[in-house]
């Protein structure tokens, strides 16, 4: 089965600029936009497989950014600005700064602002600057980072809270066994929130050049880098307060090819593309999931598993996909090999099985054989964020023009 595998994606082409930028815009930015504009103000989060509107009672921080973000990469500005305008009106506490987790139809704030959130409300403003170039764009994201270093980063143990009250004190001790709106206990670190600052930092700096931009972003890296990167190409799911301790043994393949990526990009940003130890840390976590995480019968990657065992987890995840597409092509391109023949692979994965032929936009999950298991097409977690970056891209673009 392998053999044949290997045979018909030799024989397959991975498509063209041209059809990659076709299905950017009909496959995901199309399918979200214009559906999922809300006209009282922000984006609709719930539709079912077939992209029919469900309930929706609420607006989260993440998938409102994201959707601005999606815009921003799409070059929709009337669209992005729909969003910035939501969430500095609305998600946006007027009091005391910071971006709230969600916000109610009523205008009720959650009681949490999460520096993952936060994190992702910045990447949406500062790609929206950087699309727009205007100067009140720039400054609009300028102000979601100068609350975000005042509050959410810890100077002692120079990292990042996760998760901040109302009134911007960080939640590091609460009852036994509980967690935060992304599910980590509170008064640890997690790698999810980290590796997504580090990706909003990278895109702050390309917009700014500010110096202290550039050295929190320096700081993020290096803590992504040696510290949460294993030298047996793994992730820390969650590390103790001062980044040394481990605190979990999920092992997450999605979150692996993501982060080897993030790695790439931030050290490009600052300069260093051909780092030797930055480029060793993301070959790492790409050979960890090729021969861990890789369906040698099917193809695609399984999703999730613990360190050290099989994967436990075997369902093919729209975002593990997306990242693993994008990551593939860049050591496809460097390396050539095993990782051409995995990019032409996952490429015929996501035409075949991935896409829905029938109802448009990417199936969110399969089965271990490939066959789709019915899922909303979008949720507050799941949008056109990954495989818009993805394909975006592949199609050709550039996500920073000028940068250096």
């Known amino acids: 089965m392998l053999a044949a595998l290997v045979v018909s994606s030799m024989l397959f082409q991975i498509p063209s600029r041209a059809e990659i930028k076709r299905h ?3 496959e995901i930015v199309g399918q979200w936009i214009p559906r999922a504009i809300d006209p009282e103000g922000g984006f609709f989060q719930n539709f079912d ?20 973000w999606l815009a921003s990469i799409g070059g929709n500005q009337p669209v992005a600005e729909h969003g910035v305008k939501f969430l500095m009106e609305h998600l946006w506490d007027q009091k005391n700064g910071g971006f709230w987790w969600t916000v109610g139809l009523d205008g009720k704030p959650s009681s949490e602002k999460h520096t993952y959130g936060n994190a992702f409300a910045l990447y949406a403003l500062a790609r929206h600057a950087n699309m727009t170039k205007r ?16 509050n959410a980063y810890d100077t002692k143990l120079k990292g990042w809270f996760e998760t901040l009250d109302g009134s911007n004190q ?18 640890i670190r997690s790698m999810n929130t980290t590796i997504h600052i580090l990706e909003a930092l990278v895109e ?6 500010d110096p202290q931009v550039k050295g929190r972003l320096e700081q993020a890296f290096l803590i992504v880098r040696d510290r949460y990167t294993t030298e047996r190409g793994e992730l820390h799911y969650y590390l103790s307060a001062d980044y040394v301790s481990s605190r979990s043994d999920i092992d997450s393949y999605g979150h692996e090819l993501e982060t080897a990526y993030l790695l790439l990009e931030a050290a490009d940003v600052l300069g260093k593309p051909n780092d030797k130890a930055t480029w060793r840390k993301a070959k790492l976590l790409v050979d960890h ?34 990242e693993g597409l994008n990551v593939l092509r860049i050591f496809s391109k460097n390396f050539g090999g095993i990782y051409q023949t995995r990019h032409k ?9 991935q896409l829905d032929r ?28 990954h495989q818009g970056r993805a394909i975006f891209l592949a199609s050709g673009q550039a996500m920073y023009s000028k940068h250096k």
């Open 289 to 322: 999931c090729l021969k861990v995480a890789w369906d040698e019968k099917n193809g695609g990657f399984f999703y999730e598993g613990h360190i050290g065992r099989a994967p436990s987890d075997k369902h093919k995840v729209w975002w593990t996909t997306a």
């Open 170 to 187: 960080p939640i590091l001790i609460s009852d036994p066994g509980s967690a935060d709106s992304i599910g980590t206990p509170f008064g």
């Open 204 to 209: 702050l700096y390309v917009l700014t050049k």
């Open 135 to 150: 100067a009140e764009d720039k400054a609009r994201a300028m102000i979601a980072f100068s609350w975000l270093d005042r």
């Open 24 to 26: 950017l815009q009909t």
């Open 49 to 68: 497989e077939a992209w029919h509107p469900l309930a929706d009672d609420a607006r989260g921080v993440v998938y409102q950014a994201r959707l601005t």
């Open 345 to 353: 692979q996952l490429w015929k994965f996501v035409l075949e099985k």
């Open 358 to 385: 029938v109802n448009g936009g990417w199936h969110p999950k399969l089965d271990e054989n490939n066959d789709p298991i019915p899922s909303q097409k979008s949720d507050a977690w799941t949008e056109g964020y």
